[in-house]
Structures are given as structure tokens and as C-alpha cells.
């Protein structure tokens, strides 16, 4: 019995489990490991803004993180613009690119590690 616990053992022991179930447990699973936005307190969002409008004024390169679907992403760029009706920030990724990005799933600032920025 104890054998029937370990590794892929549940799957190989159990010849009697419908497809259905096994998708339905690979479906938990995955919404288990989801992960819900984080709240940020005022002092953080406050520092964000903070190094967005510096990265909007002096053209310095910034790591923006986002949150999107369960997951955190992270763009690199300078901040080109800031529509404050739509909530959201315009930023330069590439000498030809760029990408706007929603206010509200901004999760973190930090400034790029990269000096270089367009090399």
C-alpha cells in the first residue's frame, strides 16, 4: 500500500480512474498554485510613483513589475508618457518599441540594472 503513495503511484495503482477525474484533479492543482494580486500599502505606491515620474523627467531606464493572469512580469524601459485618465504608463522597451502598460497591475518599481540601455 505504502508504494502506492509514493511518486507516480497514484496514477499507476488506480486503473479504475476516469479520464474525467484525472483532469478534473490536474484542474485543481493548477488552481491551487494561482496566485491573487498583491496589495501594496500607500508609502509603496507612493515611492513607485515617485520613480516613474523621475524615469518620465530625466529619461532614466526603470524595471517595471506587473501582475497578469496569476503570473508577474517584468519590462524594462524609460517612461515616454503618463495617461492619467485611462490609468496608464507608455514605456519605450527598444529604440522601436514599446508598450503600455495598466497602472493597476503595477506591482513594483526598480531602477534597470543596465546602464546601457539601448546597446
Not at 5 to 16: A, Y
Not at 38 to 55: F, G, K, N, T, Y
Amino acid at each position: 500500500m505504502r508504494k502506492k503513495l509514493e511518486g507516480n503511484g497514484l496514477w499507476e495503482s488506480s486503473r479504475m480512474m476516469l479520464p474525467e477525474h484525472k483532469a478534473a484533479y490536474v484542474v485543481h492543482q493548477g488552481d491551487l498554485s494561482n496566485k491573487t494580486q498583491p496589495l501594496l500599502d500607500e508609502q509603496e505606491v507612493e515611492r513607485m510613483a515617485r520613480m516613474i515620474a523621475h524615469s518620465l523627467q530625466f529619461q532614466q531606464a526603470i524595471t517595471l513589475v506587473t501582475f497578469q493572469e496569476g503570473r508577474e512580469y517584468e519590462q524594462s524601459g524609460i517612461v515616454t508618457a503618463i495617461d492619467q485618465q485611462l490609468r496608464r504608463i507608455r514605456l519605450r522597451l527598444g529604440m522601436d518599441e514599446e508598450a503600455w502598460l495598466d497602472m493597476r497591475r503595477i506591482i513594483g518599481v526598480s531602477a534597470a540594472e543596465t546602464t546601457d540601455f539601448y546597446d
